[in-house]
């Protein structure tokens, strides 16, 4: 079955350590995304790439990083830079876009980080 | 800056009565629109969507949306609602169609009463 997986689903880390979140597709989808969700602030966009070795920052990168050495993969780390890391963070990916067509966003379940 | 905005955070509805979430975008061109649900601890899934064309867009388990260019809006309906549709929905707006950027409004909770 073709999807967006994500591992862990439940994380926990003390205060002062980095995590890395997984996210694996295999869709074969070009792009990538990282969200955070906060109850009642929707999805914020932390970072995404359109293409191997490429990516850019989103609304709220500072604390975060990120690496596309393949393109299955997108791997997140959260730092210890990140003030308020508890929440709940989800990977998603699309096809390529190409100018004036926009493809929808797959989503995986998500991880969701406590800070301890 | 472009923004949405989903005025209502929860709603609550009886099984069987109609449903209709509100949408509204800030943004000088029309945008790419899209509705997703998601229910507890899960990811996103896609209901709907509207690029261009026909205002009035059909999804899937029952859901559709209307694009409404002189109110910024984009309202989710459905004519008559499940137990199972008890989920948070989400309306996001895409307006840098060449990067495929998402902004999504704040999430409406909706609630099934038997």
């Known amino acids: 079955d073709g999807g967006i997986t994500q591992s862990p689903k439940y994380l926990f880390r003390k205060e002062g350590q980095n995590v890395t979140l997984s996210c694996e597709q295999n869709?074969?989808?070009?792009?990538m995304y990282w969200y955070r969700q906060d109850p009642g602030q929707g999805l914020r966009l932390i970072y995404y790439s359109q293409i191997v070795n490429d990516f850019q920052k989103g609304d709220i990168a500072e604390g975060y990083s990120v690496s596309r050495e393949k393109k299955e993969s997108f791997p997140l780390t959260v730092t210890s830079a990140q003030k308020n890391p508890t929440a709940f963070y989800l990977c998603?990916?699309?096809?390529?876009?190409?100018?004036?067509?926009?493809?929808?966003?797959?989503f995986g379940p998500g991880t969701r980080l406590t800070v301890l | 800056a472009q923004s949405v905005t989903q005025p209502d955070i929860h709603i609550t509805v009886s099984e069987g009565a109609s449903l209709e979430l509100r949408c509204n975008y800030s943004y000088g061109a029309t945008p790419y629109l899209f509705w997703y649900v998601q229910s507890p601890g899960q990811g996103l899934q896609l209901l709907l969507k509207?690029?261009?064309?026909?205002?009035l867009v059909q999804g899937i388990k029952g859901f559709e949306a209307e694009f409404k260019r002189s109110q910024s809006s984009f309202n989710l309906r459905k004519p008559s609602v499940h137990w199972s549709d008890a989920a948070e929905y989400f309306c996001a707006v895409a307006p840098y169609f060449n990067t495929g950027k998402l902004i999504f409004g704040q999430g409406t909770t909706l609630q099934v009463k038997p």
């Open positions: 998603a990916s699309s096809s390529q876009t190409l100018p004036g067509e926009l493809n929808e966003q797959f």
């Open positions: 509207y690029f261009s064309g026909d205002t």
């Open positions: 869709l074969n989808h070009d792009a």
